[in-house]
């Protein structure tokens, strides 16, 4: 009788051999695993949800680091940097004259091209004068003898 409980708990393999199925298990270990791992998830649920309410009591809408980034943006636009060689600044104004001069050379014209796509200037010619490097010479008419002279160009010394 012994012989066929034995048997029971046994499992023959191949070649005789025989393998034996370990049926204890320490129930104190997996218990006490599992108490420890749900105390672990309990206590990061409750810190988790405490900073939330704490974060959560200080947050202002109308104040949050994004809209203070948002206002600055619009008071303190960031620093251009002027191209080097470049003769009118980032708001279409002669740098060494400080004039506002208008591409068909008046003094006085309040802008008579089309709105410039980029800069919105009534001023710019066929391109836009923010950061451009090159200045308007001359005007010539074609069929008239006429041609208008811009008198804030530098003069050039030719050799």
Same mark, same amino acid.
């Given at each position: 009788?012994?012989?066929?409980?034995?048997?029971?708990?046994?499992?023959?393999?191949?070649?005789?051999?025989?393998? =034996?199925?370990? /049926?204890?298990?320490?129930? &104190?270990?997996?218990?006490?695993?599992s108490?420890?791992?749900?105390?672990? =998830?309990?206590?990061?649920?409750?810190?988790?949800?405490?900073?939330?309410?704490k974060?959560?009591? &200080?947050?202002?809408?109308?104040?949050?680091?994004?809209?203070?980034?948002?206002? &600055?943006?619009?008071?303190?636009?960031?620093?251009?940097?002027?191209?080097?060689?470049?003769?009118?600044?980032?708001?279409?104004?002669?740098?060494?004259?400080?004039?506002?001069?208008?591409?068909?050379?008046?003094?006085?014209?309040?802008?008579?091209?089309?709105?410039?796509p980029?800069?919105?200037?009534?001023?710019?010619?066929?391109?836009? =004068?923010?950061?451009?490097?090159?200045?308007?010479?001359?005007?010539?008419?074609?069929?008239?003898?006429? /041609?208008?002279?811009?008198?804030?160009?530098?003069? /050039?010394?030719?050799?």
């Amino acid at each position: 009788m012994e012989h066929e409980a034995w048997e029971e708990e046994s499992v023959f393999t191949k070649d005789n051999r025989i393998a =034996r199925k370990s /049926t204890i298990q320490p129930p &104190s270990a997996s218990s006490t695993y599992s108490t420890r791992r749900q105390a672990a =998830r309990n206590a990061s649920k409750a810190i988790s949800a405490s900073s939330f309410e704490k974060s959560m009591e &200080s947050f202002n809408p109308d104040m949050s680091q994004r809209e203070k980034r948002k206002i &600055s943006k619009k008071f303190n636009p960031p620093a251009t940097r002027r191209p080097a060689g470049s003769l009118y600044d980032e708001k279409g104004i002669h740098i060494a004259t400080g004039l506002d001069l208008c591409d068909c050379l008046t003094d006085k014209c309040p802008g008579c091209w089309f709105e410039c796509p980029k800069c919105k200037s009534r001023k710019c010619g066929p391109e836009c =004068r923010v950061f451009r490097k090159y200045m308007v010479d001359y005007i010539e008419f074609h069929g008239y003898d006429k /041609t208008i002279k811009n008198s804030f160009q530098p003069k /050039t010394v030719e050799k």
